[in-house]
């Protein structure tokens, strides 16, 4: 759709509203039919993977989301993702009878053992029942190793049939992918069916303080996404704090009624309650984890606002 970049903001935007713009995508069959709802494990942080499982069972969830992203969560290396790990992890979802479509595994793909490190998180998320494997692109000043990288990764993703979805960040930095016009030209230059977006709006909200219309640039984004993170935002004077999905300034809803016109777009709700932004953008999370409680609650209502919205009737 390189031509259809050319257009005006407000004629990407109808002919996104239509969805008609999405179709192309999901009609070669890489996202089923049948519309996933999955829950990040970044609201869990710091329980343990058995309560995590168990309680997004008890919130209705179907598909659960395993999160390993520096600064959201508990520090973790490669070990993370050796083969027994990957037993554990598949023994898990089916005792808690939830699956796995989507996992999130964030690092800069610019770097010199990016694609080694990529390649064995590949092939976890893949043990694992993932269809896709979000990351970060790389800062712009690491571009043309990203490139290189990112060619060797697309034949490896093609191989274990999971598609890498770029994330956009929230951390105020020069990155390849800072608005969704940016992210929609990178993955149209690679041309891969299994190189797309999963943006994230409310990264934006930190990341580009003044983006004025952040639902409207995920909206953009959707035309080169194979999936998208939920979650919601307030900006106060001490920086940027997650809420309940609606609660915040990032229009979700309005997110969500274009998503819904797209058969089988899958979302995710991810809301890292244990941490903040701080006006530099910068990830703060708190000593102690959120109560079980206290997330529970938040997820509840989310999860209800985002079945209303996309006329889910779980």
Same mark, same amino acid.
């Given at each position: 759709m390189a031509?259809?970049?050319r257009l005006s903001r407000r004629s990407v935007f109808n002919i996104l509203n239509s969805g008609a713009a999405l179709a192309p995508f999901f009609a070669k069959g890489r996202i089923m039919a049948e519309r996933v709802i999955s829950v990040s494990g970044a609201p869990y942080d710091g329980h343990s993977r058995e309560a995590a499982l168990k309680s997004a069972a008890t919130l209705g969830f179907t598909h659960f989301e395993p999160a390993f992203i520096v600064g959201y969560t508990e520090p973790f290396d490669e070990t993370a993702f050796t083969p027994s790990e990957m037993t554990r992890w598949r023994s898990a979802l089916k005792g808690s009878g939830l699956s796995c479509h989507a996992m999130s595994s964030h690092i800069d793909l610019g770097f010199e053992?990016?694609?080694?490190?990529?390649?064995?998180?590949?092939?976890?998320?893949?043990? #694992?029942g993932a269809k896709l494997i979000a990351t970060n692109a790389?800062? @712009?000043?690491?571009?043309?190793?990203?490139?290189?990288?990112?060619? #060797? #990764?697309? @034949? @490896?993703a093609e191989a274990f049939d999971i598609v890498v979805g770029l994330e956009n960040p929230g951390d105020g930095s020069d990155s390849l992918i800072n608005t969704a016009r940016d992210g929609i030209c990178l993955v149209e230059e690679f041309g891969s069916p299994f190189l797309k977006l999963n943006y994230d709006a409310a990264n934006t909200a930190s990341h580009r303080p003044d983006?004025?219309?952040?639902?409207?640039?995920?909206?953009?984004?959707l035309q080169g996404s194979a999936h998208a993170h939920i979650k919601d935002v307030r900006e106060t004077d001490e920086g940027?704090?997650?809420?309940?999905?609606?609660?915040?300034?990032?229009?979700?809803e309005r997110l969500l009624a274009v998503i819904a016109k797209v058969d089988g777009f899958p979302v995710s #709700?991810?809301?890292?309650?244990?941490?903040? @932004?701080n006006r530099q953008a910068q990830p703060i999370r708190r000593q102690d984890p959120v109560p079980l409680s206290t997330i529970e609650d938040s997820l509840a209502r989310s999860l209800k606002v985002v079945r209303r919205a996309l006329n889910d009737n779980q």
């Open positions: 031509d259809g970049i053992d990016s694609v080694e490190v990529f390649t064995g998180r590949m092939a976890f998320a893949a043990a #694992i790389a800062a @712009r000043q690491r571009e043309a190793a990203f490139r290189r990288n990112v060619e #060797i #990764i697309l @034949r @490896r983006m004025d219309d952040l639902a409207g640039d995920g909206i953009l984004a940027w704090y997650f809420c309940d999905i609606g609660d915040g300034k990032v229009g979700c #709700i991810e809301l890292p309650l244990r941490l903040h @932004r």
